[in-house]
């Protein structure tokens, strides 16, 4: 068997007296979505910016496609093929949709420093075919100040992708969206992520989407991993239904044939 993309062992952060991160251990494969989940203060935000350098490990170990990044900076960690999209959209609201995604290329060539007034002539037709990817090429020269949320919300994944990451952290990925933007969007990311083989490793609050999309869920309680499995497998843990989910509020398909 092939190593796994993302390795994770005995990951602790703490902040004065509070265990923000405890003893994380898991590992994600090429073209999985694996969803973290958990109560708000659960420590999911921390593993996070651990896992792209934003904030430093006090213990453990990160390897991405084999390689030791536990001290890498942002940046070194983007560098090797880590690409990142943020609960609220960052994305320069004075340029053109097609300008966002060419600035993203231009950082992956190294060539940031000729952005100004040459950003929209750069890689236009990779910046057009990403853009074709994520549903946004006629949007190309619309300002992106004037996108509607879920629109912005592809345009940062186009950002994302320019960096021809295998891994891609998406945090809260459809959060503020309306319900059918929310699924449209993770199921654009699930299809892109399976052909590229990119594993995903996302947070996300609505239930819906966690148990439709992902292949594995992990859920975090006070740090702490507290369950990892399959979205049946989850469903049915009593020690989830206790901490985070509570009886009666999982989310259940509809039965065959029910009225929507």
């Known amino acids: 068997m092939s190593a796994p993309l993302l390795s994770v062992e005995h990951l602790s952060k703490s902040y004065g007296g509070v265990k923000a991160v405890q003893d994380v251990s898991f590992s994600l494969d090429r073209g999985e979505l694996l969803v973290l989940i958990g109560p708000n203060g659960a420590g999911k935000s921390t593993c996070f910016n651990m896992l792209n350098g934003q904030v430093k490990a006090e213990s453990g170990t990160i390897r991405i496609d084999g390689r030791d990044t536990t001290r890498l900076d942002p940046r070194r960690v983007w560098k090797l093929g880590v690409g990142r999209t943020f609960q609220i959209t960052a994305t320069f609201a004075s340029m053109s949709v ?113 148990f439709e999309h992902a292949d594995r869920i992990m859920v975090l309680d006070r740090g702490q991993i507290i369950a990892t499995g399959t979205p049946q497998s989850v469903r049915q843990d009593p020690k989830v239904r206790a901490v985070y989910l509570g009886e009666g509020h999982l989310y259940r398909p509809a039965p065959a044939g029910a009225a929507a």
């Open 98 to 210: 097609r300008e966002n995604v060419q600035v993203g290329l231009l950082a992956r060539h190294g060539a940031l420093a000729r952005m100004v007034g040459f950003a929209g002539r750069a890689h236009t037709k990779e910046a057009d075919q990403l853009l074709e990817l994520v549903g946004m090429r006629e949007a190309a020269e619309r300002p992106s100040g004037e996108l509607a949320y879920g629109d912005l919300k592809r345009l940062e994944l186009a950002v994302a992708l320019s960096n021809e990451p295998s891994l891609l952290l998406m945090d809260e990925p459809t959060a503020g969206m309306a319900p059918t933007d929310r699924v449209e969007l993770m199921r654009l990311a699930a299809e892109i992520a399976r052909s590229r083989r990119i594993g995903i490793l996302f947070t996300e609050h609505d239930m819906d989407v966690v």
